[in-house]
């Protein structure tokens, strides 16, 4: 698999009305409808884009676009060489494409993360090279780091939920030695150690932005109890909850 970073180059959401001048660029774009639908030109090559079916625009390839009814895409926008010189390349053999169930999922999680603004550079990054896996591969046969990637998405959501290595290698659908492989060789980390940073980044993003108690917040993001919490952050960052809590009030009351 191509690295994500050099694969992503950008995602977003988008709405079209009137049809515009046709234009093109020089990396690939999918365009993903979250609902409605609109009408997609492609080197002169006119189709629907709906739920149903998306559509993917080769490097270099004019098109234009429009609607009549109120629509929302996600437009993911792809290195050309992430695609044309790998196992995605089958992607370019035609213009649209049938979204199957695996994808609409994949594109319905993802904009609902747009929608909460939770929409992470490394969230984006960690779906993209699954979807393109689940549009080009059997469904059934997702490569072993698109599951880690998809894995690391459902964690980083949740993080609260009772993760353990176990469950975690489970719901990868991958052996306990080969998820700690993967996070080795893709992350440099363990699953613990990384599990354990998504559950404090929460934990202090809800410290700094609720006023949620100290004890509710350690159980919100995973942690036992509210020492255990604590232990964790003097330990990560060398600092309290309460601390931590304080100094991001005091922070946003001099910027405000």
């Known amino acids: 698999m191509s690295s994500t970073s050099s694969t992503l180059i950008d995602l ?19 365009v993903l409808p979250m609902h409605g639908q609109l009408l997609l030109e492609i080197e002169g090559r006119t ?9 993917i625009i080769p490097s270099g390839a004019w098109h234009a676009q429009h609607s009549r009814v109120a629509n929302s895409s996600i437009i993911l926008d792809v290195a050309e060489s ?4 790998g196992r995605w390349q089958r992607l370019l053999d035609q213009p649209y494409m049938a979204l199957g169930q695996g994808a609409r999922k994949l594109i319905e999680y993802m904009g609902l993360m747009a929608q909460q603004h939770r929409l992470t550079p490394a969230l984006a990054q960690g779906w993209t090279p699954l979807l393109l896996d689940t549009l080009a591969l059997d469904e059934a046969q997702p490569q072993a780091t698109s599951r880690l990637s998809a894995l690391l998405v459902r964690v980083e ?3 609260g939920q009772p993760w353990s290595t176990d469950t975690m290698a489970r719901c990868a659908n991958l052996s306990v ?8 060789s893709e992350l440099q980390t363990t699953p613990h150690a990384w599990l354990l ?3 404090l980044s929460r ?3 809800l410290l700094a932005s609720s006023k949620t108690t100290i004890a509710q917040i350690a159980l919100a993001a995973g942690f036992s109890d509210q020492s255990a919490l604590t232990r964790a952050m003097r330990d990560s960052i060398d600092v309290t909850p309460s601390a931590y809590r304080r100094q991001s009030r005091e922070t946003r009351s001099k910027v405000q």
């Open 12 to 30: 977003s959401l988008r709405s079209y009305a009137e049809l515009r001048a046709s234009n093109r660029h020089d990396y690939v774009q999918l």
């Open 47 to 55: 189709g629907r884009v709906d739920t149903q079916q998306g559509a």
């Open 82 to 85: 992430a695609v044309t010189a």
């Open 157 to 159: 959501g949740d993080p």
């Open 177 to 184: 030695s080969r998820l700690h492989a993967l996070f080795r």
């Open 197 to 199: 940073q998504q559950r």
């Open 203 to 205: 934990a202090c993003e």
